[in-house]
């Protein structure tokens, strides 16, 4: 059985954070979306990236997107879905 659900921008961030995952400066310009980029070293913008609406902290992402992310930064999903919310 999955547990795979909806999760908003912002579940979704947190919970990819404990990968290394980290969202673009949010002030590069206009848009409804934000770049998820898994940096290759520390402080660098460089690496694996995934863009992603954004319509504020709320905007709610579906099981679709959400799997695509994963497979994007190469995130084992059955491991995603039994952490912590």
């Known amino acids: 059985m999955s547990h795979e ?3 908003t921008y912002r579940q979704l961030l947190k919970r990819l954070r404990r990968y290394g995952v980290i969202a ?12 998820l980029v898994l940096p290759d070293s520390p402080g660098s913008d460089k690496g ?7 319509h504020g902290e709320g905007t709610p992402l ?14 084992d999903p059955k491991g995603f879905w039994q952490q912590k919310k």
């Open 48 to 54: 694996p990236q995934y863009p992603i609406k954004y």
């Open 5 to 7: 659900a909806n999760l």
């Open 24 to 35: 673009m400066d949010e002030k590069r310009g206009r848009g409804s979306e934000r770049i």
């Open 62 to 75: 579906g099981k679709g997107t959400i799997r695509a992310v994963l497979r994007r930064f190469g995130i």
